[in-house]
């Protein structure tokens, strides 16, 4: 395989990538931060970006440096099931045994939040990810069950994360009464030239590369290809390499990266 070509001691650009290995892009930094005043804060926070950005990534990282002792995370992404299940879902994430009727079971969340953030001194974080398929009703029970009106202080974190189209949807004068209640909204941005550069030798270097693999023109070429975007620069590269092997160049270059993009037909 090209690891052993390449002399790689692990295989780079994986999916599986440990947060302490995360790279420190400027709009990776800048969520983190971000996301770090909304733990401070409290309440409801807005992730988006296109497909591939690094949101989940980014939220990984944020609910992975949580004490599990202050803060209890309960991740959801809303693309399964139906709305009732994933109402239940957030029960169970709070550890009770989810009730029948919707009314019963918005209750039902409300004193389980209440309970960690009062009694526990534990604050819940719903991370409730790829929003970008809820519906307007959906938006509107959420901005229901996350109304504690009568506490002055939020016993909760919640952060709505999907693509662009997300902050456009709550954007809609029906969806005012939760857009107005975010207090943080971010959009991550893509890599610039130079990030994706360092990026790709970040990967490498995490895979044991001990020399150059990609040379200047192919990276260039990566850049335009994936227009910065981590996951098409993962995908793209790991075809480089692929076909890199393949054609028995050591140094990628701009011909292995042509060939790369065609097989993925980008
Ligand atoms: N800061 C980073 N450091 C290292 N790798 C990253 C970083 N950001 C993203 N990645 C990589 O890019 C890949 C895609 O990121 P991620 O899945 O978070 O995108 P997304 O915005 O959630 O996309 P989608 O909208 O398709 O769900 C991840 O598998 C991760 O390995
Ligand atoms: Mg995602």
């Known amino acids: 395989m090209y690891k052993a070509f390449y002399s790689l001691s692990a295989t780079p650009f994986t999916k599986d990538l440990k947060t302490s290995n995360s790279f420190a892009s400027t709009s990776f930094t800048e969520v983190s931060a971000r996301l770090d005043y909304l733990k401070k804060a409290r309440g409801m926070g807005l992730l988006v970006g296109e497909p591939g950005a690094g949101k989940t990534f980014s939220l990984r990282n944020f609910a992975e440096s949580l004490n599990p002792s202050l803060y209890k995370v309960i991740y959801f992404p809303l693309s399964t099931g139906t709305v009732m299940d994933f109402f239940r879902g957030l029960a169970i994430g709070l550890g009770e045994e989810p009730k029948f009727r919707k009314v019963d079971l918005f209750h039902q969340i409300q004193r389980a939040v209440l309970v960690y953030f009062r009694e526990r001194k534990i604050t819940p974080v719903f991370i409730l990810d790829e929003m970008q398929m809820a519906r307007n009703l959906f938006l509107h029970d959420l901005s229901i069950l996350f109304n504690f009106g009568m506490d002055s202080e939020s ?32 959009k991550m941005e893509p890599l610039n030239k130079e990030e994706v550069a360092n990026y790709i030798q970040h990967h490498m270097e995490l895979a044991g590369a001990r020399h150059q693999i990609f040379s200047e023109p192919a990276v260039s070429a990566i850049t335009s290809h994936s227009r910065g975007w981590p ?19 050591e140094l990628i270059d701009e011909e292995v990266v042509r060939v790369a993009v065609q097989e993925m037909s980008m």
Do not use: D, V
């Open 231 to 249: 996951h098409l620069i993962n995908n793209l590269a790991t075809n480089c390499l692929l076909s890199g092997y393949q054609m028995k160049k």
């Open 155 to 186: 016993p909760f974190i919640l952060i709505l994360a999907g693509l662009p189209n997300l902050q456009s949807k709550l954007t809609l004068n029906h969806n005012r009464p939760i857009s107005q209640r975010l207090i943080m909204r971010y």
